[in-house]
């Protein structure tokens, strides 16, 4: 549903834009959405994070504003899919938050989001992110693609490959933890068997035989590009000492890595 403002300011650059609000809190999106409408905004309403994300496959806004702490699907787990998803990968997405802890703001960021907003609103401060995330948007008009891509079957299931392409996504920032199945899972707004039925139907291998592969991928990156040493490299991907990592290491590639790096 498109909303009309009933006493418009006059045109200027946020007429016309199309915007996706999502947030569970009433009073607030009634704040928000009253002055956006003010300056010409078509505005569309998300109740929570899941009714956002399923909008906007639908509205393709030009920009999303959305609240971290909702029921369901957070504002994390909802951007998480939109950032893995081809045709909503591209919107970009300021979080809502009354929380100002740099923990909070860099997890936001991480997951895709351009910017912060926090509540109490201060509606300049929205009006002028608003215009420099929707002018930069506007220039900017090559797809975002991630370094590696993974073939993925012809005819897998759509949310199959959104449930897969966040999972990954999120498996290769955290490299050096290795999150429970049920953890990821719901990381990402899905359950354990889901996950594991997509990681099967887009890449043929379970979740953790996925990760361990992309371990081991970037172990043999990092002992080709850098110098750092061989116990550094194990803590960072996740090995909790160097025999371990070695093991694992010769298993995959015939060799151990300190006889790979000669």
């Known amino acids: ?147 590696e891509s993974v073939e993925i079957p012809h005819g897998t299931n759509t949310f199959d490959m959104v449930l897969f392409q966040a999972a990954r996504k999120l498996m290769l920032e955290k490299l050096d933890q290795t999150l429970s199945l049920n953890g990821l899972a719901s990381a990402v707004g899905t359950n354990a068997r889901r996950l594991s039925s997509a990681f099967k139907n887009c890449a043929g291998v379970t979740v953790f035989d996925f990760l361990r592969e992309e371990r081991m991928r970037e172990a043999r990156r990092l002992l080709s590009e850098t110098t750092l040493e061989i116990g550094a490299i194990a803590l960072a991907l996740g090995y909790s000492n160097t025999a371990n990592f070695s093991t694992a290491f010769r298993e995959r590639f015939g060799m151990p890595p300190s006889q790979f790096r000669r």
């Open 1 to 147: 549903m498109i909303y009309k403002p009933l006493t418009p300011l006059p045109p200027g650059p946020l007429s016309g834009q199309r915007i996706l609000v999502v947030d569970d809190a009433e009073d607030d999106r009634t704040l928000l959405s009253g002055f956006l409408l003010r300056h010409g905004v078509r505005l569309y309403i998300g109740t929570d994070g899941q009714d956002g994300y399923r909008k906007a496959q639908t509205v393709r806004p030009d920009l999303i504003l959305m609240d971290i702490r909702m029921p369901g699907y957070d504002g994390l787990t909802s951007c998480r899919l939109l950032k893995a998803n081809t045709s909503t990968r591209n919107i970009p997405v300021i979080f809502l938050s009354a929380a100002t802890t740099t923990e909070e703001k860099v997890t936001g960021l991480s997951t895709g989001a351009v910017d912060y907003i926090t509540k109490p609103f201060d509606f300049e401060e929205v009006r002028l992110r608003l215009c420099i995330h929707l002018r930069s948007a506007a220039r900017s008009n090559a797809p975002s693609a991630s370094t």
